[in-house]
């Protein structure tokens, strides 16, 4: 990597490593123009996340229905202490770390058993980090933060060295991708760690399709908000004149591949030029644009997922509703 495309933020104890480059902005553009070339059309699920995003999806993860949260935060609550104390880890590694809460439990942990050394937020929302990694310090008066801003699918190879590590991978946001290129996405993971690193990944399990619609149809509107905001992030990014306006958000579960997908329903005939792409998109009345998949699980498949990348998995958690499952596993020694 050259000097150019790299941006660094120093703070007592902190170090921010922002990644962008001329080759990324290339690689962005093309990604956007084959997904909304496509059919159907598609804006990856990663440009819902800038600053506004992640903010609506920490409102998200507070609301009633979306229980994905607060069912995780419990699991980890229950098994942290176990978790930790398998892995002997003093230095953990998040990717897509958002507002890092779920994360304090497990930090909490490090911190009691006098483990906690590093933490490394790997996000895409330059200000999350920045916020989170601030936090912390204040939190924990010796704990060393390295934070990554970038894409996780581009820039693995830039998460610093460092001694004994638990990589987590939490939201069940591995659900974001086919199952082919879930396994894509572990298997460079695993390449990234070291012999005897430890990966606990979330999945959010298969539920009653009544309970998981509701989690991503809102009554307060708050996921149409965020759903919304990633055409916001395509007129700043790309100059896509798209009117938020005029869609309407619709979340609805795909029995046949096990999971949902939220889209933006254009509510009448659009015309919209994107002026970086030079592209020009003619919609029609009810024509939609797919911007996530969200797969559910069970641990069967998930420990499959695992092994295709090359993981052991040495534990499985759950609540008692089987709502969300954690796998720890292991890069073999």
Known sequence: ???????????????IDVHTDAADLDAMRS????GLLSTPRTIPTKYLYDDEGSALFERISELPEYYQTRTERELLAKYAEHIIACTDAQELVELGSGAATKTRILLNVMHRADRLRMYVPFDVSEGIVRRVAQELVL?????QIHGIVGDFLAHLEHIPNGGRRLVVFLGGTI???????AVKFLSSIYRAMEPGDYFLLGVQLEADVA????AYNDTAGVTARFNKNILSVLRARIGAD?????????AVYNR?????EMRLRARYPLTVYIRDLDLTL??????????EISTKYDRPRAETLLAAAGFLTQHWYTDPHALIGLALAQKPI
Do not use: K, V
Request: hydrophobic share 30%; proline share 7%.
């Open 211 to 214: 309970r998981l619609e509701a």
């Open 139 to 143: 939190e924990y008066p010796t704990l």
């Open 31 to 34: 990604e956007l123009r084959a």
């Open 256 to 260: 046949n591949a096990h999971r949902i």
């Open 175 to 181: 659900g974001n991708f086919s199952p082919t290129n």
């Open 1 to 15: 990597m050259t000097t150019s495309s790299l941006t660094q933020y120093f703070m007592p104890r902190i170090q």
């Open 242 to 250: 798209f009117d938020p306006d005029t869609f309407d958000h619709s």
């Open 282 to 291: 003619n919609l029609q009345a009810g024509e939609e644009l797919l911007t």
